[in-house]
Structures are given as C-alpha cells and as structure tokens.
C-alpha cells in the first residue's frame, strides 16, 4: 500500500534557509569568492574536477562554495551540471610527451634525462603547522633558473629501448564511455580506465594501499609521476581540420611492475597507469595501481581472490557519487516500509511467544 | 591545395592562441586595435562540453579522461568571410572576440591584426609558460655523491 505523505514543505524550506545561512557562517568574517576557492584551495578544486569529471576551475570554486566544502557534494553538483551540457565532441587523445612539466620525477631512475624536477610539492615538508600562514599573505617569489620549454622524454621509453618492459602500441579503437552507456562486466581497460580516473579518491588510495601490503601485490615502483599542462586539440567538422580549443592540467603516473612472466608473457616489467585532471597525484598514483592489479588476467598471472583484483567489485564501487547516492537515500523517509517490517517483527514475535518471555522480564 | 594547407597551418595556429587567451584578453586587443564591424551570427555562442581523451600508458589506447567546458559560435561579416571559436570554459564574450578575429583574419585587416592582436597573444602566452617552466628549473635536483670514507 502506498500512502502519500505531505507536510513537509514548509520544514524543507526553513531547512534550506537555515542551511543558506550555516553556509554563510558569521557575517563579522569575509565572505569567501569563487576566485579566492579558485586560486589558495586549487587542490580541492582539482579533485572536485577529476571526480566530477568536468574540467572548469570556476565552476569547480563555486560547487565548492555551495556545498559548504563537503567534496562529495560538491562532485555530486558538478556531475549534476554536466549532464545539463549539449556535447559537441571528443579530443583528440592528449599528448602527455609534450607535457609542460611543472613536476617530473621518477623513483627508478636517478639520472633521468630531464632531470628530477620537484616542482610545488608537499614532499620534504616537515608536516609541521605553519602559524606565518595564520598571520599574514606575503610570499616571496620563488627562484627561477634558466629553462627550456622542450618536451622531456617519458622515462618507460628508455626501458623499451631495451625490450624490458611491456609495449603501449598505439591503438586508435574509439573507447566506449560509461557516461553514456551503462557500465558493464566484462570491462576492458579503457572503459576501467575511464572508472577509475573519476573514481573516489579515498576508495582508489585504499585499494592501491591494499595491493601494497600483499592483496594482490605486483611490486609497483613509480617510474614516472609528472603533471603539468597539454594542450586539447578536437577535430572541428565545419573546419576539416583539429585545432587547439584550450589546456588543461594533468598529472599522469607510470608504475614499473616487476613481473617473473607467465604462459603467455616474458619476463620483463609491465606498467600500470594513472592519469587524472589536475595536480593530483595521490589518485594518479593509487589509479596506477589498481589498474596495474586489474590486468591480471591479460598479463596471465593468477587470481589471488584480492578485492584490487575484482573489476566488478572495484569498478561498481569506486564511483562516490553512485555510492552516496545509494547510501544516504536511507535517511529519507521510509515510513511505510518500515511500518511493514515493523508489523511482520510483531508477528512473527507472537507466533514464537516472545512478547510473553519479554513479559516475563527476562535480559 | 598547398595554399589550403598553408592557410589552415596558420589559421589552426591563430584559432589555438585564441582559445588559450585569458579571460577578455583578445577581445581587449581587438577593440584596442579597431573598431568592431558589423556581423551576422550563423550560431551564436553556445556552452557545452568536449570529452578529452588520453591514452593508455601515454601512447597506447585512448580512454575517455572526462570533459572540459568549451563555448563556441560562429559569425559572418558583412563581406563574407566567416569567423569561427572553439574555446576552453563558459565565456561567450570571449567566443564573440575569438570569431571575429578568425573572420578578420581572413579579410584585409589581417595583417594589423597579426600584429596588434596575436602576436602580443603568443608573447604572453611564450612568457607565462617560460616563468612557469623557470620555476621548475629552479626546483630540479643536482645530485652529488658524497665521499665515502671507507679508505
């Protein structure tokens, strides 16, 4: 039996009003603009990009604004607006080997042509809290040293001089696209690709971290993290030729996996892949990883039964929007429901006499 | 057919400039440089999105990476040529700018326009990426071994 309930309208709008004004916070405090979000939170801004999966830095400050700086709903404000945009095409696949490296850095090879080049990070900070932060804005310049904006190598193209590691032949097969058809099992790898790169950036790290510590381990050196702009370049029809439509930035990691060989496939290392919109290379590390761990099959190797493993599970479960959806659609109202699951407890708790022993003062 | 190639190498060139332009910059160079003509809109400026794509392993096969804001339009002036945009983000005014100097382009203005639009676009566009790439530099490290004191 369906019952409709009303009533609720006038909490639900004194709730948004109040919620507007819990957003605002103290009016004694400036407000925060979209600029302000867009420019001293940019890492936030970042993830509320790869997970929404919509690059637009302004629209990415403002979810941030509304959503109070809860990530998750801003993603979900994001991924909301998307679906509201006409597509007008496809890229071409980007370029990462003519990357403008602001970071390059690999952990296999010390002497690296190109070099090691930190670029902004937080590694060999010292985690201490910063109280000049607290007090005022002033930041001097960071050095500079004489450049060139050349293209630097990637680093895996040095081991396949060599024929040690796995090949990535080119491939022009157009890829499917979860967003517009439904995500289905057997999941080749540039649909898990696509999964992944969007995918939950706690759920991602928390499955790489468990093929670290031996569920389904494939012993991942990082050969190579850098991030940095490329340009876009589409395909214009009513031109007849691509041009350049704008820029992003990316942080793309290659891991080195050592590999023993299986029937298949020679002993030599293979590689795992990440590639995420903006500077996040946590998520592009741990996407590495688990993409890395769901080549088992291809790669030959056996199914040690890890959850990094599972495509099914990792693939229907690393989506944070799918997930709190489906998670916090149990708070609403589920009053008749549970009227009904209330009745069939009463009844079955007659029936095996328990609402006696209950009597009986029994605990 | 050369000259067709040539004359899109060029225009590919400029169109990309545009789209990389910040916020009202080229539409401040244009009106800077000349009085706006009058035009016919063939679309106006529209937003929507384009899916990027990557590769896997840098090179091998593409996946779809997700999408980027574009607005695009496309106009035509009074004498015929016809002006294009394709640009990063939600920026109409921007795309308006963008066409109208891909049309101008094409007409007797070009050559000013060159001057007092795209070159000054390329030259700040070659210098925020020159500081950018200087800042790396600065940060990129010089190994050196330690001297062992076994012997």
Known sequence: ?363 | MEDTIDTNAERKCWMGLLAKAPEGRAAALLDAALTRPGFTWLRAPEIGSVMVRGRAGGTGAPFNLGEMTVTRCALKLSGGAVGHAYIQGRRKACAEAAALIDALMQTHAGADLRASVLEPLAAEQAAAKQARAAKAAATKVDFFTMVRGED
């Open chain 1, 1 to 363: 039996m369906y019952v409709a309930v009303k009533g609720g309208e006038r909490a639900i709008e004194n709730a948004h009003a109040w919620l507007a004004e819990e957003r605002r916070g103290d009016t004694g405090v400036a407000e925060l603009d979209i600029a302000q979000i867009r420019e001293q939170l940019s890492l936030s801004v970042n993830r509320v990009m790869a997970e929404g999966s919509l690059y637009d830095q302004d629209l990415a400050a403002l979810a941030i604004k509304q959503a109070r700086g809860d990530l998750i709903e801003a993603i979900f404000l994001i991924r909301a607006y998307r679906t509201t945009l006409p597509r007008f095409g496809c890229s071409e696949a980007v370029d990462t080997g003519a990357m403008a490296c602001d970071r390059r850095i690999s952990a296999t090879f010390k002497d690296v042509p190109g070099g090691q080049v930190l670029g902004p990070t937080f590694d060999y900070t010292h985690r201490l809290l910063d109280f000049k932060l607290a007090a005022d804005g002033e930041v001097p310049p960071a050095p500079e040293r004489e450049a060139t904006t050349a293209p630097v190598p990637h680093v895996t193209g040095f081991l396949n001089r060599e024929g040690l590691i796995e090949e990535a032949p080119q491939d022009d097969t157009p890829p499917p696209d979860l967003t517009r058809e439904p995500l289905e099992m057997p999941a080749e790898r540039p649909l898990r690709l696509q999964a992944l790169t969007r995918a939950d950036e706690g759920f991602t790290l928390s499955l790489a971290y468990s093929t670290q510590r031996g569920y389904g381990r494939n012993h991942a050196f990082v050969g190579e993290l850098r991030i940095g702009t490329v340009p876009v370049e589409m395909e214009i029809p009513e031109l007849g030729f691509a041009i350049e439509i704008g820029e992003i930035s990316l942080t793309e990691c290659e891991t080195v996996n050592q590999f023993t060989g299986s029937k298949s496939e020679p002993p030599q290392f293979t590689r795992g892949y990440g590639l995420v919109f903006g500077q996040t290379e946590r998520k592009a590390i741990s996407m590495a990883l688990v993409d890395r761990a769901l080549r088992w099959k291809e790669l030959g190797e056996d199914d040690a039964g890890a959850p990094a493993q599972d495509a099914e599970f990792v693939l229907y479960h690393c989506d944070n929007i799918q997930a709190t959806g489906f998670l916090e659609h149990i708070k609403l109202p589920h009053y008749v429901d549970f009227q009904s699951e209330l009745e069939l407890v009463r009844k079955l708790r007659r029936e095996a006499g328990a609402d006696q022993s209950h009597a009986g003062g029994t605990s």
